[in-house]
């Protein structure tokens, strides 16, 4: 049984910060990747930050651009939960959350096709 568990959204003002976590458990160990998509009423499904891995020591990590330089990615060393830190927060940045699973190895491609499981979601809601 795959699970993807998140936690943390909320309701904050512009310019504050949140911070989402993402716990993995079941069919998701074993998984190469990691990615928080968002989706706001009325729009796609978009990426917003991933961290990928193949089997070398490295990683990757990549952001949309509408996000690169106030959120950041990160995970625990055994790569089972991972975080997405949200700071100087906009309006426009309120959606559902989505924590996203990928059992391919390799920098995993920033659409939603590229990942097999999923959470149920969190709500960040950002008032002006």
């Known amino acids: 049984q795959a699970q993807l568990d998140e936690s943390g959204g909320g309701l904050v003002q512009a310019g504050e910060s949140l911070k989402l976590r993402c716990t993995t458990s079941?069919?998701?160990?074993?998984?190469?990747?990691l990615a928080w998509f968002r989706q706001a009423p009325g729009k796609e499904r978009e990426f917003v930050a991933g961290i990928s891995w193949n089997n070398q020591p490295t990683y990757y990590v990549d952001y949309a651009a509408a996000v690169s330089g106030r959120f950041t990615i990160s995970k625990d060393s055994a790569g089972n939960t991972v975080y997405l830190q949200m700071t100087s927060l906009k309006p426009e940045d309120t959606a559902v959350y989505y924590c996203?699973?990928?059992?391919?190895?390799?920098?995993?491609?920033?659409?939603?096709?590229?990942?097999?499981?999923w959470g149920q979601g969190t709500q960040v809601t950002v008032s002006s």
């Open positions: 996203a699973a990928r059992l391919i190895a390799g920098r995993a491609p920033q659409v939603a096709d590229a990942f097999t499981f």
């Open positions: 079941g069919r998701t160990l074993g998984h190469y990747g």
